[in-house]
């Protein structure tokens, strides 16, 4: 069964701290992505990486990298937290070589920034 | 303006209802069309993927694309109140990995 894990489902930090969001797939799936998403505004895309060591901005990646030294693993990093990073985060996979368009989505993680 | 467009809802029907859900977008290079349902607290699954025009049918669901109106469309028929969800349109063209999704639209079925 396809699997998309994410290191924590709700989380606390404080501004300025530096946040790790960390994302694991099963599937030997190529392609992952991280989204925010908040109300009224949808899923947004932060980064997303068509394969290891590969990454590409999304829509928002102001405030954010990210790091995939392994196939499985996608990170996201916030350098310095801000209250506007507050938001629900969202990882996803996706195998690349069938053509397939279907991304597996992880839980989320729900970030609030104090 | 927006690329995709995606009425926020919420929208609420009666068990056994016909449920119309829409998008619409702005790139005329989109070629792949999904639907997603996302349940309270969970992250988003795909429902319906359908690549440029027409019909696609799948059990109680049906998704539409009308490239020529820049629309698309996703029916359910016989709404049961497990299908109370947002629903996410998302589309994509050729040349990238990146994704755009609609606002998501609250349904509610009411037994």
């Known amino acids: 069964d396809v699997k998309v894990t994410q290191s924590s489902r709700y989380l606390v930090k404080r501004t300025g701290e530096k946040v790790f969001l960390e994302c694991v797939q099963d599937?030997?799936?190529?392609?992952m992505f991280w989204y925010r998403q908040d109300p009224g505004l949808g899923l947004r895309l932060i980064y997303f990486?068509?394969?290891?060591?590969?990454?590409e901005k999304g829509d928002i990646p102001e405030g954010y990298s990210v790091s995939r030294e392994k196939k499985e693993r996608f990170s996201l990093i916030l350098e310095s937290a801000s209250t506007n990073q507050t938001s629900m985060y969202l990882c996803?996979?996706?195998?690349?070589?069938?053509?397939?368009?279907?991304?597996?989505f992880g839980p989320g993680t729900r970030l609030l920034v104090l | 303006q927006k690329e995709v467009e995606q009425d926020p809802g919420p929208l609420s029907v009666p068990e056994g209802a016909i449920v119309s859900l829409n998008c619409t977008y702005s790139?005329?290079?989109?070629?792949?069309f999904m639907w997603y349902r996302q349940y309270s607290r969970k992250g988003p699954e795909l429902l319906m993927y359908?690549?440029?025009?027409g019909n696609k049918e799948d059990g109680r669901f049906t998704a539409q694309v009308d490239k020529s109106s820049k629309y698309i469309s996703l029916f359910i028929r016989d709404s049961q109140p497990s299908d109370s969800a947002t629903y996410l349109c998302?589309?994509?063209?050729?040349?990238?990995?990146?994704?755009?999704f609609g606002t998501g639209t609250r349904l509610k079925v009411l037994a």
């Open positions: 998302a589309m994509r063209d050729s040349g990238t990995y990146k994704y755009i």
């Open positions: 359908t690549y440029s025009s």
């Open positions: 790139n005329s290079a989109f070629q792949y």
């Open positions: 990486s068509y394969d290891v060591k590969m990454k």
């Open positions: 996803a996979s996706r195998l690349d070589r069938d053509g397939g368009e279907t991304q597996y």
């Open positions: 599937m030997d799936h190529e392609n």
